[in-house]
């Protein structure tokens, strides 16, 4: 596998070097994808190592992705992993992910939180488990974590799909067009940071949740 780093980034300055240091440990090429940040996130990113793209300005999550994906597929490489670069995903967890994807030959590998009510803020965990469900049925199979932006994706076939998603539903479009298309999917245990109680996730648990679900159907059954 040729694979590099995807790490959609808004006004991340205190995580991001972390994150990209940490992600070099284990993957050579990370791109960094600026959504139009305003606190310098492009520029510590690139002093610690990583590749900068930019979306111009501030556009979405789905939109910077879109970005690195068209990076990845002209640069020939095989296979994409995303994380977010706000320090909630941990670049430890790649070499699992890795061994994964090379082990069931996956072609979406999801890096699966552990949905544990006791920990989890009430309305995250509900939203995770809700969304989760709704795309297990969808797709017509087991989806631990469908929220999850931590991910190995083969470039191959998900350069096929066409993707509209501009925020954070992007991560249902992936997963149910990949699923859809016939794509393999497996899933590999990640960890998940808290502070102080809360995931450090700019997603609104329950506005996005909505809106994710009412994209998805649109995913599935308008041809959106």
Not at 111 to 131: D, Q
Not at 183 to 202: D, F, M, W
């Amino acid at each position: 596998m040729k694979v590099c780093v995807l790490i959609p980034a808004f006004n991340e300055a205190p995580y991001i070097a972390r994150v990209v240091e940490g992600a070099k440990e284990y993957i050579e090429n990370v791109v960094v994808i600026d959504d139009g940040s305003n606190d310098g996130t492009a520029e510590i990113a690139r002093a610690a190592g990583a590749t900068c793209l930019s979306t111009g300005s501030n556009s979405g999550k789905g939109a910077a992705l879109i970005i690195g994906f068209a990076f990845a597929c002209a640069n020939n490489f095989t296979h994409v992993i995303t994380l977010d670069g706000d320090g909630q995903h941990l670049p430890e967890d790649i070499p699992a992910m890795l061994r994964v994807a090379e082990e069931t030959r996956a072609d979406l590998v999801i890096g699966a939180r552990p949905f544990e009510r006791v920990i989890m803020p009430l309305a995250r965990y509900y939203s995770n488990t809700v969304g989760s469900q709704l795309a297990s049925k969808l797709v017509n199979r087991e989806i631990k974590d469908s929220q999850s932006g931590f991910r190995l994706l083969r470039l191959d076939k998900l350069c096929r799909i066409k993707l509209r998603s501009r925020r954070y539903e992007v991560e249902m479009e992936v997963l149910i067009k990949m699923a859809r298309s016939g794509c393999t999917i497996a899933h590999s245990p990640i960890q998940l940071v808290y502070e102080n109680g809360h995931a450090r996730s700019k997603m609104n648990p329950i506005r996005d949740t909505v809106r994710n679900c009412l994209w998805s159907f649109a995913f599935c059954f308008l041809g959106a």
